[in-house]
């Protein structure tokens, strides 16, 4: 992203509620901006897909406001809002070729004949689809037929191309790499995604800001890196990859670090974010990847002996289950080895990770 | 029902008992439709075999201008216009009631659809009553209104059936890729429920086409139509000409199940095209 | 940007959410009221030309209008008076007067007419003292009168009158089902020569019972069959069910007439194998009806059966017979419940459309074999008596209702398939 990204979408304290008493989406402040991608990345029922369909026009905002380049979205009916929409099961046309369901948004718009046929053959060109034009799209296979929704949201070169769980029907392989395809797309087409799924692998891979929606409220936006890294709460720690909690309390603090007793009394030194107050109740997250087994001695503040409890090959590594600091459920990610092939069940082991890795959270 | 395998002597005996009653139940079927055709080629007038010759002499009187072909344009000016207003007010209502809830949608439902439960001869008496206090008796009018009120549950029994299975993200697309709902409605919904509002509109046809206890009550001479004239031919004398008429129609009813058939698969086949 | 802290709002309902919820309840009746206004026009259309002519049935069944308006006088005056004893001269005079003015201006057939439907023979009595009336040149009237015929008389005539006097009766309804009201109000069984309703009601519930019980007997084998054929046979049987079902039912019993008739194919045919020595009767009675209504009821116990019973995967009954269920055990406690619902849907079909037959027995049938639906017809066609057919159409518009609110529930289940 540039220095100063231009805004495209607002969100003002948009809220949505079906009832009237329960707020689906509450207090929603988000703007996306032009030339993002943006991923909504929530478990089911978080309000992401209702937030879409707020954008696109489908459902009423309850309060707050939606703007488009500075224009409230207020009254302005789906047909105009001039987005183009990848829907979870692709919503294709059944009676319709692929060239006409690619067709359909230059028909609505009274563009001439041959400049139609000109923009759908490129737009099939462009996901690989050229001479299919003329099947059905129940001739299709699941991936042809994403490709065809994406070339139909895309030849009218919306302003911004919403997608809904749009790989979601796919089998692993041909997701993994659609998603690259579309991150191709969104490079080289220089257009403006808003992206909504509930997989956290597809979010990190794709988005430039990820928003991580719970309960109807954003917990936070971020890069994927920075989601990843420095996860804002619990709630984003525990949804966001594999994590380890320890429960405790902060002993002391000095600048961003802090020394946190653990409920086992061991004591852990830990980053936090956000200043903290000795005495406070604090919940300490660590990524599988950054506990190391056998550390090097130097720059390693935490050091553990651990048991070995269960040991899960993985190929590339192997999944250790250790027994430590009064629990038996942290993970350590071993890289396969001469050393890690050695880890048996009772074995004991040291581990330990850096300050850095380790962050300070509030309970939930 | 495959024949058991590993079975014992009684599972056999049973399977084939079973075989026997259901192939007789089929002969029973189909079996009188077919053997009356092959009298109406006949070239005498007795109703049974063996056949003395074969002529084309019933269909000679089947095509003079009175009763039969008289009743034909009867019976078909009847069907059409109610094909055509009951396929209209039921697809609409059909759509109306997919489309949203309203305060007593399954009684109004329950109601559009009574006609069907209701025994035809009471539909009959309470239609006749009605007519002759507003002076429909004995009009086209009084007969196709009457037609219009049984043929229109079918037609939302069948278009709510294929409204049931329509995914309206399919509308949500066409409205995002800028289609007005109007346009939404004739480029998307209708060419996807067509088969299914086509099905409901050959129900109503055929409905009419077959019905003769409301036109009995209502109808005079002036509107004859073709099942009026069979009962009446049946109750009166029966001859091969009115076997010649009935293969007529048993051959249009073959050309309707396909018709109908056709119409079914290819909605049934856009429908699982849509899901994988 | 982090969104502020705080729980998805299940606050309390302050005033702001109740206009809140206001807000959006009126949006949701706007949605509702479009879709309404798509199904009004049928529903306005259903309700005046079927439901009210329907609902006015119970208006004609005790509507009694014709006495009151021939003779206004004479209905007050009968009305008036307690039937124990002749009415006296006054009522004679007034009766004179009436039909003598109604017999001139040709009114007094209709109030004959509703007389002979209390005393059968009492119209032409009416009619021949309207024609004689000319000869009674003045009072006393009432000796006059029983001069012209003794039966004016009688008391039981008198009573007649005076149960006919209208405006609204109980006797359609009554008749319908064997009873009347006695001239001092009681309510009796109807003399012997009335009493055929209840038995047209029993015949008409026995024919229906049977063409039920063959239907199921025979319907669900082939039900079984074709569900459990493979596709191609399934495709052909399926087709020989539905050829009968969409062919004209007058055609179909056409087919039947001219198979069952004395000299028709099938009486040819077996004495032509010397299986029998003289002709049966099939036509004209019972046994024709029978065979006749369940060869067009089939169909609809065949088909709600079969769209039942192709949703049943074969595992099923596999799973069964691997878990040590004999055949018979294994049908009853796996198979017969799952088809429990399309087997309903069945018997409530035919049973409500057996119930209502009028042609196939009309044409096939005898005198003895007719149904309900053949009284209806007779007394509104043939005969002009609206009340008794309204009083009947009501009889077996309540054996239907009976049963209508599980059919209704069989319909919007869905195993209702219509091809």
Redesign the interface.
């Given at each position: 992203m540039d220095d100063e990204p231009e805004v495209l979408v607002r969100f003002r304290d948009v809220?949505k509620?079906?009832?009237?008493?329960?707020?689906?989406v509450?207090?929603?402040?988000?703007?996306i901006c032009k030339g993002e991608f943006l991923t909504l990345l929530g478990p089911s029922g978080s309000g992401k897909t209702t937030i879409l369909l707020m954008l696109?026009?489908?459902e009423?905002v309850?309060?707050g406001d939606i703007t488009l380049n500075h224009r409230s979205l207020r009254n302005v009916?789906?047909?105009?809002?001039?987005?183009?929409?990848v829907?979870?099961?692709y919503?294709?046309?059944?009676?319709k070729s692929v060239f006409q369901n690619v067709a359909?948004?230059l028909v609505?718009?009274r563009i001439p004949r041959p400049a139609i046929r000109e923009k759908v053959e490129a737009a099939l060109r462009m996901v690989d689809l050229a001479g299919l034009g003329e099947r059905?799209?129940?001739q299709l296979s699941?991936g042809q037929q994403q490709r065809v929704a994406l070339a139909?949201?895309l030849v009218?070169e919306p302003e911004i191309v919403l997608m809904d769980e749009p790989l979601g029907a796919l089998d692993k392989k041909l997701r993994e790499q659609m998603q690259i395809e579309i991150k191709h797309l969104h490079e080289q087409l220089d257009m403006t995604v808003a992206y909504v799924t509930h997989d956290q692998g597809e979010a990190l891979t794709m988005s430039d800001r990820v928003a991580i929606m719970n309960?109807?409220?954003?917990?936070?936006?971020g890069s994927p890196h920075e989601v990843y890294e420095e996860p804002?709460n619990a709630f984003v720690a525990n949804f966001i990859g594999e994590n380890n909690s320890f429960e405790g309390r902060i002993e002391s603090t000095s600048g961003g670090e802090c020394a946190v007793r653990l409920t086992s009394g061991d004591t852990v030194r830990a980053r936090s974010a956000t200043p903290r107050a000795s005495g406070e109740p604090a919940l300490l997250s660590l990524r599988p990847e950054r506990l190391t087994i056998d550390p090097a001695l130097d720059g390693v503040a935490n050091r553990f002996s651990a048991t070995v409890v269960e040991v899960i090959y993985f190929g590339a590594h192997n999944r250790v289950r250790l027994a430590m600091a009064g629990r038996d459920d942290i993970i350590a990610l071993a890289p396969a080895g001469p050393r890690s092939d050695a880890l048996a069940t009772g074995k004991t082991v040291e581990v330990g990770w850096s300050p850095e890795h380790c962050r300070v959270l509030a309970p939930e | 029902m495959a024949a058991p395998v590993n079975a014992t002597r009684g599972q056999h005996v049973w399977y084939w008992c079973l075989r026997l009653i259901c192939a007789l139940g089929f002969v029973f079927l189909i079996g009188p439709i077919v053997v009356i055709v092959p009298i109406s080629f006949s070239s005498g007038s007795f109703l049974s075999y063996p056949l003395p010759g074969l002529s084309m002499r019933w269909y000679d009187a089947v095509v003079e201008p009175f009763p039969w072909m008289f009743a034909l344009e009867n019976s078909l000016i009847v069907a059409t216009t109610v094909t055509v207003v009951a396929t209209t007010l039921g697809t609409l209502a059909a759509y109306g009631l997919t489309r949203a809830d309203f305060p007593g949608k399954p009684f109004v439902f329950a109601l559009l659809i009574s006609p069907l439960a209701v025994p035809l001869v009471i539909t009959a008496l309470g239609l006749y009553f009605f007519f002759a206090r507003v002076g429909l008796v004995q009009t086209h009018v009084g007969l196709i209104v009457a037609h219009v009120v049984l043929a229109v549950p079918f037609v939302v029994i069948t278009v709510s059936a294929t409204l049931k299975g329509f995914d309206w993200n399919l509308v949500r697309a066409a409205e995002s890729l800028g289609a007005r709902p109007l346009a939404a409605f004739f480029q998307v919904t209708l060419p996807l429920i067509l088969p299914g509002v086509l099905a409901g509109a050959v129900f109503a046809f055929v409905t009419s086409l077959d019905e003769v206890i409301v036109a009995l009550f209502v109808s005079g001479p002036a509107q004859l139509t073709l099942p009026r004239q069979l009962f009446t031919g049946l109750r009166d004398q029966v001859d091969p000409s009115i076997v010649a008429i009935a293969t007529i129609l048993i051959a249009f009813s073959v050309a309707l199940l396909i018709v109908v058939e056709l119409l079914l698969w290819r909605s049934a086949r856009q429908r699982s095209g849509k899901m994988d | 940007m982090i969104a502020p802290a705080g729980t998805a709002g299940e606050g309390p309902a302050g005033p702001a959410d109740r206009s809140l919820e206001a807000k959006l309840r009126r949006a949701e009746r706007r949605r509702s009221l479009k879709a309404f206004l798509l199904v009004a026009p049928l529903l306005l259309f259903i309700v005046v030309v079927f439901a009210g002519p329907i609902l006015s049935l119970l208006y004609f069944s005790v509507d009694d209008p014709k006495l009151a308006e021939v003779l206004p006088r004479t209905a007050q005056t009968v009305a008036a008076w307690d039937g124990a004893e002749l009415p006296g001269e006054d009522a004679y005079a007034t009766l004179v007067e009436e039909i003598r003015s109604a017999y001139a201006d040709r009114t007094v057939a209709a109030a004959a007419m509703r007389l002979n439907y209390e005393i059968s023979g009492f119209r032409s009595m009416v009619m021949r003292t309207g024609r004689k009336l000319r000869r009674i040149a003045g009072p006393p009237y009432k000796d006059a009168l029983i001069g012209l015929d003794e039966r004016w008389g009688d008391i039981a005539y008198w009573r007649a009158v005076k149960a006919s006097a209208g405006p609204y009766t109980t006797r359609y309804l009554l008749a319908a089902v064997d009873l009347q009201r006695q001239w001092d109000g009681s309510i009796g069984t109807a003399p012997p020569e009335r009493t055929i309703y209840i038995e047209y009601l029993q015949r008409t519930f026995w024919i229906s019972f049977w063409v039920l019980a063959c239907c199921i007997a025979i319907g669900y084998p082939m039900a079984f069959l074709i569900a459990t054929s493979g596709k191609r046979w399934s495709r052909f049987l399926l087709v020989l069910v539905l050829l009968p079902f969409w062919t004209s039912l007058l055609v179909r019993t056409a087919a039947w007439v001219v198979l069952l008739q004395n000299k028709g194919i099938i009486n040819d045919f077996l004495l032509y194998g010397d299986i029998i020595d003289e002709p049966l009767t099939l036509i004209f009675n019972r046994t024709g009806v029978y065979i006749a209504m369940v060869h067009i009821l089939l169909p609809f116990m065949v088909l709600p059966l079969y769209a039942v019973m192709r949703n049943i995967p074969a595992s099923q009954m596999r799973a069964a017979a691997s878990l040590g269920a004999k055949p018979l055990a294994s049908f009853l406690s796996v198979y017969l419940p799952q088809t429990l619902p399309g087997l309903g849907a069945g018997c409530i079909l035919v049973f409500i459309l057996a119930l209502g037959f009028y042609i196939t027995p009309a044409l096939i049938g005898g005198a003895s074999d007719q149904m309900l639906s053949y009284l209806i017809a007779e007394f509104a066609t043939r005969t002009g008596n609206w009340g008794m057919a309204s009083a009947i159409a009501i009889l077996l518009l309540l054996s239907v209702a009976a049963l209508y609110p599980i059919y209704r529930g069989l319909v919007r289940g869905g195993s209702f398939r219509l091809t």
């Open positions: 809220e509620t079906y009832d009237g008493r329960v707020n689906v509450d207090r929603l402040n988000l703007e696109a026009g489908f009423a309850t309060a009916p789906p047909f105009r809002r001039n987005m183009g929409i829907f979870q099961n919503a294709l046309f059944p009676h359909f948004p609505q718009r059905r799209p129940n699941g139909r949201a009218f309960d109807g409220l954003i917990q936070q936006v804002a | - | -």
